[in-house]
């Protein structure tokens, strides 16, 4: 079973890695505030911004929850499990972090408005969300969703389109002046953990192998 996950996502995952490696080379030797200014410069073209501001809603929980549903209800129960379970361990993880360990982590508009007293460029019609800013939850939801659906699938026209929506839906979280760059990457790093985790350990487990049906077959003869 790992050989044939490997042969088919190996190329994904090591990508991942590598920029795993050049985002932390990167958080190791640059102010947070100072990167969150770059990414922030980024800000206002208005094709750009539109596409940011609703691409962030996939990384919402409610989002991810409403696919799992319609995958379990009308596609593959399997398939929808694997999407659930992923988030909603992943979730947790990021939500016990988020409110136990880091809780006093303010996010960048509080944070520039109030202490730096600087302006960000801001995208208009988003919410300003100010505290419990690391991890990003939606980064983790985002990777713990698409890395799912990626591990999945065999095409690998739709794995590629899984991975690059995964970073577009974090990178959104950061642009949208949301979260800083360090939560983002931690939060890439829980939900695909945890997306990995329950394809190797959960997916293929002879009692979910046997739900390659969706649920609404059971009630239609």
Known sequence: MLRTFLRHNLPYLIIYL????????????????ELHIRINSLVGNRYVDTFFKYMTYVGDGVFVIALALVLILLFNIRKGLLVFYSYASASLCTTI?????YDDVNRPFYVFTYFRHEQLKLVDGVERLIHNSFPSGHSTAAFAMFFSLMYMTERQGLKILYFVAAFLAAFSRTYLSQHWLIDIFAGSMIGAGFATCMYLLVYNRPHMIKLEKPLISYFIK
């Open 18 to 33: 590598l920029v795993c490696v050049v985002v932390a080379y990167i958080l190791l030797n640059n102010d947070r505030s």
């Open 97 to 101: 972090l988020k409110r136990c360990f």
